[in-house]
């Protein structure tokens, strides 16, 4: 069973930044692609990045620019560098990691961005 483990959430201003991080129980490289999505109360979950296994990389518009998704992959780590947070980017951010057969997520990581 894999785990996938975040952390690096917490309370910040509008403008500030933080680093989210996601520590997989396996070879990040052995999943077609892995993300981070976010849902906030009231809505439904929704992509924010995502990065394939060659390193591609997908953004939701409302963070280009703005986010940055990368991994490590010795450390089987990937991160969200997220950098002039909005209020709007409020909500619970989830690793997500996709297999062949499994779609695995981790237990989520509050992020809340004060005005």
């Known amino acids: 069973q894999v785990q996938l483990v975040e952390s690096g959430g917490g309370l910040v201003q509008a403008g500030g930044s933080l680093r989210l991080s996601c520590a997989a129980s396996r070879s990040i490289l052995s999943f077609n692609r892995m993300g981070w999505y976010r849902q906030a109360p009231g809505k439904q979950r929704e992509l924010v990045a995502s990065?394939?296994?060659?390193?591609?990389?997908n953004y939701r518009d409302s963070v280009l620019g703005r986010f940055t998704i990368s991994r490590d992959n010795a450390k089987n780590t990937l991160y969200l560098q997220m950098n002039s947070l909005k209020p709007e980017d409020t909500a619970v951010y989830y690793c997500?990691?996709?297999?062949?057969?499994?779609?695995?997520w981790g237990q989520g990581t509050q992020v809340t961005v004060s005005s």
């Open positions: 990065i394939t296994r060659g390193g591609t990389t």
């Open positions: 997500n990691a996709e297999s062949d057969w499994n779609n695995y």
